[in-house]
């Protein structure tokens, strides 16, 4: 629900007038966002975001069953908090996307009460990790126990 109350608010902001935008905040976290895969790719979604912060990192995960239900359930397009977005290309350079699959389904991210796999985000302490280095300005590439998928353009939780 956080990343839904994000997108809202950023279209209050843009109502306002997208010339005044301005950075707002430092980092932006968006952990399993039921948003649609090609939101940084339209304004009236999620492409300025990156307006109004140094950095956004999107975490997502294949294995996330409540997106999936919520894909299939409303019609939705694919979801952002499943596999990421649909154009890599498309999005800033500030956007830096986080593969957390390996930590949402296994793992320190399995636990009980959670089939659907979607609460990763607060209950994996290798994920809450990750978002804290984020969060206290760590450069993307050089946060530890992170992979990078060049042809992706995205960053793999590793395991080990």
Known sequence: MGNYLLRHALQYVIGRGTNNLSRLCDQIIMA????DEDSFEHEHKLALLPRIARGVT???SRADRALLASDITKSN???LGSDGPRLIDLIPKRINLVDAAAFSDAGDGAWAGDANHHGY???SGRVLDDMAAALT???ADQIAG????PEKRMYRLATV
């Not at 399993?32 to 948003?35: G, H, L, T, V």
């Open 32 to 35: 399993a966002p039921d948003e």
């Open 121 to 123: 985000f607060n209950q």
């Open 58 to 60: 999107v975490y997502f």
């Open 137 to 139: 300005g760590q450069l």
């Open 146 to 149: 992170r992979v990078y998928v």
């Open 77 to 79: 397009p694919d979801r």
